[in-house]
């Protein structure tokens, strides 16, 4: 697709954003720092019977979803096409064909108004959306910088410092499974319906934690690197020798409960280790796992007790959205930063620290 020459950014901005990387459509409006609308149309009942997201299943739904979703959004905000200033999608990391439809819907949109376009990195939306709850986004969060920022997702966990606005710096990541896919294996071991972290969650809130111990791999390792196969394969050893806890529902709560003590206390004492280490005084989290309820209630305990200033995401803008697409767009466009080209491929595999603000 040719490129046109991009019109120069004005400080105020209206703009259109499509999140389309794995099994949500999403599309949202931003107006000068404020989130307009923002529509999810969610496929968990279409992939629930398969046990997981199924891709060419996620794209067919994503193709049927992303018009109606869009001019949800557009009604929403009392919103004209003609009246963006720019269009943004996230353009990686994630499912490749799921990607592609909303990459493509937006260039071409961009293309058709002739409007300045932004390819967003997924991860640096959820970066930012711990921010996003004021009227605009982002009120007061500078004098919370540097801070350090936990992303714990179904295919990642990842710590960022978080320099300023813009700046970040990866300190470490998933080496194998991530937090929030040791949550949904575990569950499905365990037989729980699709998506399984979110109902292990609430068996856990029902059990014991100390009913078991399962390992904390790394936990005690110096480093910020992730690691959570190993605790995935204790419990699937620990069901195989111990099948009675199968039958019976008190003992299954325990281990939901344990399960999750194992994975909260790594997430929580590797982010601690990072704040102090670096005498930072904030931490965010984001991500679909910080909706976790005994994830959310740790990192409070903890900073309270270290007197760190928490900021959690909405449980809303946790998942995937288009609302932190949108307002990390605007942000770029605002401040002139470059756009970027309509011909540019999809990044399936974008590694969050070869960002270049």
Not at 179 to 186: N, S
């Amino acid at each position: 697709m040719p490129n046109r020459p991009r019109r120069k950014a004005r400080n105020s901005a209206v703009l259109l954003a499509i999140e389309s990387s794995c099994d949500e459509t999403s599309a949202a409006v931003i107006h000068d720092g404020t989130v307009r609308s923002n529509f999810v149309a969610s496929q968990i009942a279409l992939h629930t019977k398969y046990g997981g997201v199924v891709p060419e299943l996620a794209t067919r739904e994503h193709v049927r979803n992303l018009l109606p979703v869009t001019r949800a959004a557009l009604k929403e905000a009392d919103c004209a096409a003609p009246q963006l200033s720019a269009v943004a999608a996230t353009l990686g990391p994630g499912l490749p064909q799921a990607l592609m439809i909303g990459t493509r819907a937006a260039q071409g949109l961009a293309f058709a108004l002739d409007k300045p376009y932004y390819g967003i990195h997924h991860h640096e939306g959820h970066l930012y959306s711990p921010w996003i709850d004021g009227d605009p986004a982002f009120v007061d969060w500078e004098q919370f910088q540097p801070n350090i920022s936990l992303i714990v997702s179904g295919g990642h966990t990842l710590l960022v410092k978080v320099n300023a606005p813009l700046d970040h710096e990866v300190l470490g990541g998933t080496l194998d499974d991530a937090a929030g896919e040791c949550f949904d294996k575990v569950a499905k071991l365990i037989g729980l319906p699709y998506p399984g972290g979110p109902e292990l969650d609430r068996l856990a809130e029902k059990g014991d934690p100390e009913a078991y111990r399962f390992p904390r791999p790394l936990m005690k390792d110096p480093n910020f690197e992730f690691s959570f196969s190993g605790l995935k394969t204790s419990v699937r050893y620990f069901l195989r020798d111990h099948p009675e806890v199968m039958e019976d529902n008190g003992k299954l709560k325990d281990v939901c409960a344990s399960v999750r003590a194992a994975i909260v206390e790594v997430l929580v004492v590797k982010t601690m280790r990072a704040a102090k280490r670096l005498g930072l005084k904030c931490v965010t989290a984001s991500g679909g796992v910080s909706c976790n309820l005994g994830l959310r209630r740790a990192l409070a305990d903890h900073c309270e007790k270290l007197g760190i200033a928490l900021r959690i995401a909405q449980p809303s803008l946790c998942t995937d959205n288009a609302a932190m697409i949108g307002v990390l767009a605007e942000l770029r466009h605002i401040r002139g930063l470059p756009t970027t080209p309509l011909d540019t491929e999809i990044r399936p595999g974008w590694q969050l620290d070869s960002l270049v603000a």
